[in-house]
T-cell receptor
């Protein structure tokens, strides 16, 4: 199946720094979801977005549904060691209600 | 606690020996789905179900069967497992086909 382009693939940051990552596609989406996955565990839903331009926060996390409906962004403010993990975006292309398309993941590592 | 459970979490088996991985959710969700996750390939959908007795193929259905006799359960059946089905499997559920999905903890399957 099609995958979303997610960047960066990996990043090292210092504790306390802000983090930004994004997903882009050539297709138009009507849903964007952001997940975090720890090694050997299932993805945990962080934020769900359903409208173009929507900006939603969950604690230190903020995600936006791009106005073109072809992209989404996730920001993490003031990173802490437990933010380490892999972050996935997932989206639902307009007209494919039953299917999620997943990004390739951003591996986040935090140094003290 | 609202959750998706999977059993077993780890399974080592031999080629051709039928197995079933169970999935159960306690959130009264209509939609359920199975994914496999492989390095470099990301999450790929195997089968999904939009309601009781309604199932459909995802991107990689070959070698798998599912059933949805009750709303809360969605077992994945491998009639004759082969080594190329060695993978990390996730069950997910959601309130409907157009909404977010919640993932189980995963089942790591090794077929020798």
């Amino acid at each position: 199946g099609q995958q979303l382009n997610q960047s960066p693939q990996s990043m090292f940051i210092q504790e306390g720094e802000d983090v930004s990552m994004n997903c882009t596609s050539s297709s138009i989406f009507n849903t964007w979801l952001w997940y975090k996955q720890d090694p050997g565990e299932g993805p945990v839903l962080l934020i769900a977005l359903y409208k173009a331009g929507e900006l939603t926060s969950n604690g230190r996390l903020t995600a936006q549904f791009g106005i073109t409906r072809k992209d989404s962004f996730l920001n993490i403010s003031a990173s802490i060691p437990s933010d380490v993990g892999i972050y996935f975006c997932a989206g639902r292309i307009t007209g494919t209600a039953s299917k999620l398309t997943f990004g390739t993941g951003t591996r986040l590592q935090v140094t003290l | 606690e609202a959750q998706v459970t999977q059993n077993p979490r780890y399974l080592i088996t031999v080629t051709g020996k039928k197995l079933t991985v169970t999935c159960s959710q306690n959130m009264n969700h209509e939609y359920m789905s199975w994914y496999r996750q492989d390095p470099g390939l990301g999450l790929r959908q195997i089968y999904y179900s939009m309601n009781v007795e309604v199932t459909d193929k995802g991107d990689v259905p070959e070698g798998y069967k599912v059933s949805r006799k009750e709303k809360r359960n969605f077992p994945l059946i491998l009639e004759s497992p082969s080594p190329n089905q060695t993978s990390l499997y996730f069950c997910a559920s959601g309130p409907g086909q157009g909404y977010e999905q919640y993932f189980g903890p995963g089942t790591r399957l090794t077929v020798t």
